[in-house]
């Protein structure tokens, strides 16, 4: 866990968070700003400060695989969704523990801003 880290609390219990699914390795909880209907962070359960930081192929598995996972739960498998892990100050990184965004339920705009 590391100090000061609010994704490391959510995991930890120490905060709230609507948790929409969990695996060994990964965590899934409800975003707290919802940018879309459907709009869930999937994060590591240990701290990975962003995908620049990640070595471990196993554990990115099993991020990616707990976001198809709640695409499923949460209905979004067959009309579409996005994936995003914002990286860094360009990429609009504000929280700094590894994280996929799970978007969906409406037409997504592309390209991104
Ligand atoms: P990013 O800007 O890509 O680092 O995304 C961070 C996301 O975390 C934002 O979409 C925030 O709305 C979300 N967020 C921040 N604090 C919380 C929290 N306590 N519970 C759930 N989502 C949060």
Do not use: K
């Not at 120490?14 to 999937?42: K, T």
């Not at 359960?45 to 499923?72: F, I, K, P």
């Not at 979004?76 to 523990?97: C, F, K, L, M, P």
């Amino acid at each position: 866990m590391a100090e000061g880290c609010i994704f490391c609390r959510i995991v930890a219990g120490e905060i709230p968070a609507v948790r929409v699914a969990e695996s060994e390795r990964a965590l899934a909880f409800r975003d707290l700003h919802p940018q879309a209907p459907v709009h869930v962070l999937v994060i590591p359960r240990r701290h990975v400060a962003s995908l620049a930081e990640a070595t471990d192929g196993e554990e990115l598995g099993a991020v990616l695989l707990l976001a198809q996972e709640v695409a499923r739960r949460e209905g979004i498998a067959e009309s579409g969704y996005r994936v995003v892990t914002n990286t860094g100050a360009d990429g609009g990184q504000t929280v700094h523990h590894l994280h996929l965004h799970v978007l969906g339920g409406r037409a997504l705009q592309w390209p991104p801003g």
